[in-house]
């Protein structure tokens, strides 16, 4: 299965401004997800993030706070932007194969408080 | 939005004891899968099982599937200290290949 590099794996940042995370697929993939995670709870898909063309977004998540890049089959990156207290959570990304045979594997994860 | 509940939320037992996890969802699924979540880390994938499966099994760990009932359980046998962590199951659907995940059940084994 793939291997994923997240970066950053923390950050401590100031609210208002806006933070870029990095994944990184050793393998070419299909399917690539950002996911987020508040301390505690599971994991709520913020959107999939598409090969060329504008991420999918899910219900309550917009683009112009969840900025997605996608510019080849391994590489993606999400930026919270504009961030306040309430964006402090831990981020996600995903990576795998489009066939219902096969599981997904996750990145490490960044730990992001905003203060 | 997650896709439908987990039970317990919260398990613990001694090592060597058998521990058991189950996943409800509400709607059809093309496959349901479980993770696990070590504290502070990335999910691991564990095992998937397809909509036409009923039962299936990796190592010390046994899926069931009933589709009738919309629910899935995991079975870790003989467990050890290190199984320790958070159990995710997720479904599959034809929506574009996104996973929806359960609650979670956070398993602890005591040695």
């Known amino acids: 299965s793939a291997v994923i590099s997240q970066k950053p794996s923390r950050d401590i940042c100031q609210r208002g401004t806006s933070l870029t995370i990095q994944c990184q697929v050793d393998?070419?993939?299909?399917?690539m997800f950002w996911y987020r995670q508040q301390p505690g709870q599971s994991l709520t898909l913020i959107a999939t993030?598409?090969?060329?063309?504008?991420?999918?977004?899910e219900s309550g998540f917009v683009i112009d706070k969840f900025p997605i890049s996608r510019p080849n089959l391994t590489f993606s990156t999400l930026t919270v932007s504009n961030m306040s207290p309430e964006d402090s959570s831990i981020y996600l990304c995903?990576?795998?194969?489009?066939?219902?045979?096969?599981?997904?594997?996750f990145g490490s994860g960044t730990r992001l408080t905003v203060v | 939005s997650q896709q439908g509940e987990e039970d317990p939320q919260a398990l613990s037992i001694q090592e060597g004891e058998n521990a058991t996890m189950n996943c409800s969802y509400k709607t059809s699924i093309n496959n349901l899968q479980w993770y696990r979540q070590n504290s502070g880390r990335g999910l691991v994938h564990l095992i998937l099982?397809?909509?036409?499966?009923r039962e299936k099994h990796s190592g010390r760990l046994r899926v069931t599937l009933d589709t009738s009932k919309k629910s899935s359980s995991l079975l870790i046998t003989a467990s050890r200290a290190a199984d320790t962590a958070s159990y995710f199951c997720?479904?599959?659907?034809?929506?574009?290949?996104?996973?929806?995940f359960g609650q979670g059940t956070e398993l602890s084994v005591k040695p």
């Open positions: 997720a479904t599959g659907s034809n929506q574009g290949g996104k996973l929806i």
């Open positions: 099982i397809r909509s036409n499966e």
């Open positions: 993030a598409n090969q060329g063309s504008e991420a999918t977004y």
């Open positions: 995903s990576a795998g194969r489009d066939s219902p045979n096969y599981g997904y594997t």
């Open positions: 393998s070419q993939v299909t399917m």
